[in-house]
C-alpha cells in the first residue's frame, strides 16, 4: 500500500529541513522525499493511496528509546508502606523487586501494552526493553513481542533479566527464557530482536555468569545495567577482585551487540576497554536524577567514539524531554553552560539511537530520505520562530519538549499506528480501564 503525506515540513534527522514537502511511502519504505512543486507524475500513485494531511505539522524520524522497562508501566501512583530508602540497592529492594515479583501474566502483557501505547503517543517507533517478572517467567518475552510489535505495532527488542537474587531455580528458568526467545530471533526480522538480559555484576555469582558464557550464542548481545550506583563497583572489587566492565570481558560478554546501561561509575580504564569492543551504552538521564545515583560523563564517552544512545530507565516515555535533561543535565553539573551542545545532543539521540536499532533490529532506521524504513512521527507544531536544519534541534527541545507534544500521527514500518491523533486499532479507553484494574491487583498484592 502506498501513502502520501502532503504539505508537511520535514526534517530528515540530519542536515535536511523542507519547509512545504511530501514524503511518498510504500508499504515499508519511504520511496521519495519530494519539495513543493517538485512533480509526482514520475510515482506510480495508485487512487487507493492514502493521503495524509501534514498542514502546521512537523515530520522527524520516529524516536527510539534504546533502555527502557516496560513492566513498570503499572506502578505509576503507587504507594508503598515503609518506602524510606538511602541508597541505591534499597531503592530496588523496597519498590523494584517488590513489584516484579507480584507481577503475573496478565500484568507482564498489560504493562508491555501501556507502556508501548505511551511510547507511541511520544513518537518512539523503537523500544530496547529490559524485562522482569521472577514468578511468571516462561513465555514473558513473547507476550512482550507479541504485545508491542503485533498489537500496537512498533519494534522492539527483548530479554529477560537475569538475577540470582531469586534463587537457582529462577535464574535458571531466566537462562532458558533468553535462550529460548534468542533461538527464535529471525534475522529477516526488523519488527522484533533479542538479547540475553542481566539484572547487574552484583546480583551474579560468577557461576551465574559461566552458565550464561557457556550458553549465550556467539553473535548474540547481552543487556545489562553497569555501575548504576556505586555499591556495583564496590561489591565487584571487594568480591571478585576487579572492576565491573573487565569481568564482563573476562565472561566474553563486551560484544558488540551488548547494551551497557548507564555506566555512572566507571573508571578511565573501563570506558577504554567499552571502546575497543565496541559496546553499546546507555545514558538514562531522568532516572539517574531521580535515582541520585550519579552524572553521567558524557564528554568522556563521547570523545572515545563509543556508541552512546539514550534511554528512559522505564521513567516515561517521553524521549524529546529525556534529551532536553540531558542536555541540561551535564551543563548545571559541569558548570559550563555550553557543554552537551545540539550537535552532541543530535547525535546521541539522531545518529546513535538509530545506530543501534540498525545493530539490533537490522533494520534501516533514523532518517526520512529514500530507501529508509518508514518510521516517521508527525507532531502537531506550528513554530512561532524561524525554523531551518540548523535549529530545529531548539525547536524540538525548546518547543515540543518544551511545551506541549502533540503526535497526531505515527507511522512504523509503513503502517499507521496513530492517525488523527488516534490509535488505528486499539480501543485505547477499553485498555487503560483494563490496565487500572490489572494495576490496583498489582498494588494489592505488594502493599
Not at 501494552?113 to 517467567?137: F, Y
Not at 551542545?341 to 526520512?368: C, E, H, W
Request: proline fraction near 4%.
Amino acid at each position: 500500500m502506498k501513502r502520501l503525506i502532503e504539505g508537511i515540513r520535514i526534517w530528515d534527522g540530519a542536515d535536511r529541513l523542507i519547509e512545504d514537502g511530501a514524503i511518498l511511502i510504500d508499504g515499508d519504505t519511504i520511496e521519495a522525499v519530494l519539495r513543493h512543486g517538485e512533480a509526482l507524475s514520475s510515482y506510480e500513485l495508485p487512487p487507493s493511496v492514502e493521503r495524509i494531511d501534514g498542514v502546521r505539522k512537523l515530520a522527524i524520524p520516529g524516536l527510539i528509546n534504546a533502555h527502557t522497562h516496560l513492566y513498570s508501566s503499572l506502578a505509576r501512583g503507587m504507594a508503598l508502606p515503609g518506602y524510606s530508602p538511602q541508597t541505591f540497592t534499597q531503592i530496588l529492594e523496597q519498590l523494584w523487586w517488590r513489584l516484579d515479583k507480584a507481577l503475573d501474566a496478565e500484568m507482564v502483557r498489560v504493562s508491555a501494552l501501556v507502556g508501548a501505547m505511551e511510547a507511541a503517543r511520544c513518537g518512539v517507533t523503537t523500544l530496547i526493553d529490559h524485562h522482569a517478572s521472577p514468578h511468571a517467567i516462561p513465555g514473558s518475552l513473547t507476550s512482550l513481542r507479541q504485545a508491542v510489535c503485533e498489537k500496537v505495532g512498533l519494534r522492539g527488542a527483548f530479554c529477560y533479566e537475569l538475577s540470582d537474587r531469586d534463587g537457582t531455580a529462577i535464574r535458571d528458568e531466566g537462562i532458558e527464557e533468553n535462550l529460548e526467545f534468542l533461538s527464535r530471533d529471525d534475522p529477516k526480522d526488523t519488527m522484533s530482536g533479542a538479547l540475553f538480559g542481566l539484572h547487574a555484576s552484583f546480583t551474579l555469582s560468577d557461576d551465574s555468569l559461566a552458565k550464561v558464557a557457556e550458553r549465550i550464542p556467539e553473535g548474540a548481545g547481552a543487556h545489562i545495567h553497569v555501575a548504576e550506583g556505586p555499591e556495583d563497583e564496590d561489591q565487584c572489587q571487594t568480591e571478585h577482585g576487579v572492576r565491573i566492565v573487565e569481568r564482563l570481558r573476562r565472561f566474553n560478554l563486551l560484544r558488540e551487540r551488548s547494551v551497557l546501561a548507564h555506566c555512572l561509575h566507571i573508571n578511565e580504564e573501563e570506558k577504554d576497554m567499552v571502546a575497543d569492543s565496541k559496546a553499546i551504552v546507555v545514558h538514562n538521564p531522568r532516572s539517574n536524577m531521580n535515582n541520585a545515583v550519579g552524572v553521567f560523563d558524557m564528554d568522556g564517552f563521547l570523545d572515545r567514539g563509543i556508541t552512546v544512545g539514550l534511554g528512559t530507565d522505564g521513567l516515561g516515555a517521553n524521549m524529546l524531554t529525556e534529551l532536553f535533561t540531558a542536555g541540561i543535565l551535564q551543563k548545571v553539573s559541569t558548570g559550563n553552560s555550553l557543554t552537551a551542545g545540539f550537535g552532541d545532543l543530535q547525535k546521541i539521540m539522531f545518529d546513535n539511537n538509530p545506530q543501534i536499532a540498525s545493530r539490533l533490529l537490522g533494520a534501516q532506521v533514523g532518517r526520512i530520505a529514500p530507501g529508509y524504513e518508514a518510521d516517521i512521527a508527525l507532531f502537531d507544531y506550528n513554530p512561532p520562530t524561524p525554523i531551518d536544519a540548523a535549529n530545529v534541534l531548539g525547536h524540538l527541545l525548546f518547543g515540543i519538549a518544551g511545551h506541549d507534544m502533540r503526535v497526531s500521527d505515527l507511522i512504523v514500518s509503513g503502517r499507521s499506528v496513530i492517525k488523527d491523533g488516534h490509535f488505528t486499532n486499539l480501543d485505547e479507553d477499553a485498555l487503560y480501564a483494563h490496565a487500572r484494574e490489572q494495576a490496583a491487583a498489582l498494588w494489592a498484592r505488594i502493599s
